[in-house]
């Protein structure tokens, strides 16, 4: 039996290599990137090291190529001119829904995002976006110190802050720890009261088997017979459940003060007057924790990692914070939202992390129509019907033919350098944007502004309290999960402030 397999495996292999070299290839395509084994083509270098594998297809096929990966026929469309391609394209043509849809119906549930018409969508996306004003985000700031601040208290993993000596140092996984922070801050502002109060009893195990459904091999195979996939089937029913009951309490309780979401889609109608029902806000719902959770908390890991490697920054981070928050009498102030936003450094911390460690590496539409590359790209190939195109806004963040030393982490560039100040402004908004960790176009984030503010409070809320170091560098990323999150060993290295 292994022989028989050996032996077809041996053949599959040579035909696949045959036909790739000695059939004349269609030259109204893309070229496909060489691969040994038909069917899995090239998921092994892709899933190692997207970025380096597409800076090296780069080299050899140019901007626009095909990989096959699992049977699937992607074409990845690379630089700004991809990227406006892909994500500046049409929807009728660049389909979100029927990219994603066979991933997040199952964990977000029916009827909401891309479960529906891309159009439904677009008006849901503004009703989340009314949740994001100003005016709420400005209480965040406060409730976000206070999580961090009573975490720093209470958490198993700051416990020796209480007992080391000022010179001694304790250790946290800083991935661990920022996961857990990101969803106590996400929970006490944009995910209201209830979810806050249920995080330590029945939220989290929920949260964690649904969570345990939004994995590359979700995507890859979305209906497997095995236990993850129905334990995210129940928790999804028990989450939606969890939300809507929230929901039913708030519409017949008087009381609408709250500054979260909930509070915010119940007032909300479709463009036919047609108010929101009770499972599309729950399902609403998860879908916003989904999107903020990993790719906010892999952020922030990335940022403090980086913040404890280079001490001088970590002290121009605290010297920041002195000079903005400590008052008189020697103690730190709240931030307002509008200090924050003006921090130069901590500000210019988060960017160049999201520069250097995009979470989403990889962006992707279905295409429903066949479509002719524009010539700013190439304008000889066709991307046909039924291929999947592919936007990496993350490698434009690393070419080095745009950015001085671009593996190199440095948050100045974004205060005092040339090319920021003279270039990259014009660069900065736009679907050809080459910084573009929160993508672009139609699909673009919208919890941007939410994001800078979780972060930049975390983070401050940190540095004020302990003292950071890591010593031997900044661990590799790790492309197995859906976000890219720093590999383990993660630990960084804290003691307790003795004075400001
Ligand atoms: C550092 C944090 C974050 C990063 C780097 C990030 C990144 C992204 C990217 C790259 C996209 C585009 C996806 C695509 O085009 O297919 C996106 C879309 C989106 N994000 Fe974020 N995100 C972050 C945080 C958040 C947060 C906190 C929320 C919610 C409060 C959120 C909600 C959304 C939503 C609703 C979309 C729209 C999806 C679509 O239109 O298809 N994100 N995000």
């Known amino acids: 039996m292994a022989i028989l397999l050996a032996l077809v495996l041996i053949i599959a292999i040579s035909l696949n290599v045959l036909q790739h070299f000695l059939l004349p290839a269609n030259r109204s395509l893309p070229p496909v990137v060489f691969h040994w084994m038909p069917v899995i083509g090239s998921v092994i270098s892709y899933g190692r090291d997207p970025v ?11 901007d626009i190529f095909t990989i096959i990966l699992l049977g699937r026929r ?20 660049f389909n979100a829904e029927d990219a994603y849809k066979h991933l997040t119906t199952p964990v977000f549930g029916k009827d909401v995002v891309y479960d529906v018409p891309n159009h439904v969508f677009m008006e849901q996306k503004k009703f989340l976006k009314f ?53 106590l801050t996400a929970a006490r502002t944009l995910q209201g009261r209830e979810v806050r109060d249920n995080l330590d009893k029945t939220f989290s195990t929920i949260y964690k088997d649904l ?32 939300f809507i009951n929230i929901i039913q309490k708030r519409r017949t ?5 709250e500054n979260d979401m909930i509070s915010s889609l ?42 404890a490697y280079n001490r001088n920054v970590a002290d ?57 590359v524009p010539s700013s790209l190439n304008d ?34 974004w205060i005092d350098s040339d090319f920021v100040s003279s270039s990259f402004s014009g660069l900065k908004k736009g679907t050809e944007s080459v910084f573009q960790p929160f993508g672009s176009g139609q699909h673009r984030c919208i919890g941007e502004q939410f994001a800078y503010v979780q972060l930049g409070t975390i983070i401050a809320t940190i540095i004020r309290e302990v003292e950071l170091r890591r010593d031997n560098g900044v661990p590799r990323p790790n492309y197995q999960t859906m976000i890219t999150c720093p590999r383990e060993p993660r630990s960084i290295f804290y003691r307790r402030r003795t004075h400001q």
């Open 52 to 62: 380096n594998f597409f800076l090296q297809c780069r080299e050899k096929y140019g």
């Open 74 to 93: 992607m074409t990845v469309a690379l630089g700004p001119a991809g990227n406006r391609f892909i994500l500046g394209g049409k929807s009728t043509i």
């Open 131 to 183: 949740g994001l004003t100003g005016e709420n985000l400005r209480v965040y700031v406060g409730m976000i110190e206070d999580e961090v601040h009573q975490y720093l208290q209470t958490d198993q993993a700051f416990l020796s802050l209480k007992t080391l000596s000022s010179d001694e140092y304790g250790s946290f996984d800083v991935l661990k720890v920022l996961e857990e922070i990101t969803i």
């Open 211 to 242: 969570d345990g459904g939004f994995t590359p091999l979700n995507f890859l195979f979305p209906n497997l017979p095995l236990e993850s996939y129905r334990r995210r089937d129940r928790a999804q029913k028990k989450m939606s459940q969890f």
């Open 253 to 257: 309780s008087s009381s609408h003060g």
């Open 266 to 307: 119940l007032g909300q109608k479709y463009r036919d007057g047609r108010a929101l029902r009770n499972h599309e806000i729950a399902n609403m719902m998860i879908g916003l924790l989904m999107a903020g959770q990993h790719t906010s908390a892999s952020t922030g890991a990335w940022a403090l990692l980086h913040v």
């Open 316 to 372: 121009s981070l605290y010297e920041e914070q002195l000079e903005f928050f400590c008052t008189k009498g020697g103690v730190f102030r709240s931030m307002t939202y509008e200090e924050l936003k003006k921090l130069p450094l901590l500000n210019a911390v988060i960017t160049e992390t999201l520069r250097l460690h995009p979470p989403i590496h990889s962006i992707m539409r279905y295409i429903r129509e066949d479509v002719l």
């Open 380 to 413: 000889i190939f066709t991307v046909p019907r039924g291929h999947y195109a592919l936007a990496s806004p993350a490698v434009s963040q690393m070419d080095p033919h745009i950015w001085k030393s671009p593996q190199t982490w440095d948050p100045y560039r």
